[in-house]
């Protein structure tokens, strides 16, 4: 890290006085300027640098500043910095290809998108054109994008501010064991009245009326919840029934998050229409996209798709994923994530939880993991209330503080720390980050 103080109160200035900000209260902000970042690791120009513990939104799979995928962009650039979409481009086609190839049979195209809400939008266009169906299924507590389409996917506040949304979208109740909706008092029971309560949406909203059902494979920002065992598959049977499709959106969870190239690809069923972005070039260039089938294809064989964009598979950022595939591939990345989860994520979390009684539970799979935290391990109530107007969100903002005070930037959602490292770090990096965090729950814990 470099210290230059007058950077960084400039950086602070021209952020403060014009940059409008996602999600936020404007005058409630104080965003910390970033200078630089390296490996896992980013630092600011006041000399400050933190361990990035949820790879900035869950994006920065290969870390800050990979040497393969900023010199396969400055190639590209040389060679061609951009190219509309109805020319064919060598880096887009191989990465399509490349895509194609770890998606695994029964998936042929991929259409590319500029980041994840895009791809939700055009996954949710393509199901309703191939089935001529309208109604679109959702879960609570998911998260799908911010424009028009997507937003109404999402089941949570974040979708409030754009309601009434569009038409046909009708939400229902994923698994959540740890609070089931369903009263269930195992996995086994969850999944059980979890698709009970599918299949009723589905008779009542009328099977031939609906489209497609979106899902997100392991549900992310609001909350790494993993599916319990059997769910999944049982969604795929009612969808063969009653012929609709399954997109399942791997945005936060494609390649490699899970320790599989698809996160889907932990579980026993496969999707019609896969969504990504994030992870295929860890957000160098902004990308995303739909992965395929030949049937979807078919329905555009001769009709003309109604949708595009003018950076559709842009030259550099398809250049970085194939540059960020290559290493994934070559350094046996999703090995070194599957060993994590083992032999470091899985006991030190179980460990962390075992020590403080402000851990209500652990859970997680791969890279991707939730500490969710109780005032109460008894009644399990949430150590800050679920989006409360004027709820005292203090015990979270604290626990964030006490990370960042000791150089960890946390990932924190609702009630939860998630950790979600980039997935080049290292075991003793991972402890480090988890280090901070038992000493910021060690705070909790005194407080409650
Ligand atoms: N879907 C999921 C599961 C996500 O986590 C996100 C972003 O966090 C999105 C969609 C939206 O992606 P983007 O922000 O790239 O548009």
Redesign the pocket.
């Known amino acids: 890290p470099v210290t230059d103080p007058d950077a960084d109160a400039a950086t602070r200035a021209d952020d403060r006085g014009h940059v409008f900000h996602s999600w936020s209260a404007q005058s409630r902000i104080d965003p910390v300027p970033v200078a630089g970042g390296l490996g896992v690791r980013f630092f600011d120009d006041a000399g400050r640098s933190y361990l990035d513990f949820g790879s900035q939104?869950?994006?920065l799979n290969l870390g800050h500043g990979h040497p393969d995928l900023v010199a396969a962009i400055k190639t590209q650039a040389d060679r061609l910095a951009t190219i509309q979409p109805s020319f064919a481009s060598d880096v887009r086609g191989t990465l399509a290809r490349l895509i194609v190839e770890r998606a695994g049979a029964g998936f042929s195209h991929v259409f590319f998108t500029n980041?994840?809400?895009?791809?939700?939008e055009h996954a949710l266009r393509m199901a309703r054109l191939h089935t001529g169906r309208h109604k679109v299924l959702s879960t609570y507590r998911?998260?799908?994008?911010?424009t028009a389409g997507?937003i109404t996917l999402t089941g949570e506040p974040r979708r409030w501010g754009s309601e009434p949304g569009i038409p046909g979208v009708v939400h229902f109740s994923g698994p959540y064991p740890y609070r089931s909706p369903f009263h269930a008092t195992s996995p086994e029971q969850e999944t059980e009245r979890a698709l009970a309560h599918l299949s009723d949406v589905v008779t009542f909203e009328g099977p031939h009326t609906v489209a497609a059902i979106v899902l997100?494979t392991v549900v992310?920002?609001n909350g790494v919840l993993v599916p319990p065992p059997g769910y999944l598959e049982g969604v795929r049977e009612l969808c063969d029934r009653w012929g609709i499709l399954l997109v399942a959106?791997?945005?936060?969870?494609g390649f490699g998050r899970l320790g599989s190239w698809f996160g889907i690809q932990r579980f026993g069923a496969t999707p019609d229409l896969i969504?990504f972005?994030?992870g295929v070039n860890s957000g160098y260039v902004?990308l995303?996209g739909v992965v395929i089938p030949p049937a979807v294809v078919e329905t555009f064989a001769e009709r003309a798709y109604p949708g595009g964009l003018t950076y559709s598979g842009h030259p550099l950022a398809c250049a970085a994923g194939v540059a960020s595939i290559g290493v994934i591939e070559r350094d046996d990345v999703l090995g070194h994530v599957r060993r994590l989860e083992t032999e470091v994520f899985a006991p030190e979390l179980t460990a962390l939880a075992d020590r403080h009684p402000v851990v209500g539970e652990v859970r997680g799979l791969g890279a991707f993991w939730a500490i969710e935290l109780v005032r109460d391990r008894e009644t399990r109530t949430p150590l800050v209330p679920f989006n409360a107007a004027g709820a005292d969100l203090a015990p979270m903002l604290e626990i964030g503080a006490a990370c960042r005070a000791r150089g960890v930037w946390p990932f924190l959602a609702g009630n939860r720390i998630h950790v979600a490292p980039p997935l080049i770090s290292t075991a003793d990096e991972i402890r480090e980050g988890l280090a901070a965090i038992d000493a910021a729950l060690s705070e909790a814990d005194a407080k409650l």
């Open positions: 939104l869950v994006n980041g994840g809400t895009e791809a939700n998911s998260y799908h994008g911010a997507s997100e992310g920002t959106d791997e945005v936060m969870v969504t972005a994030k902004p995303g």
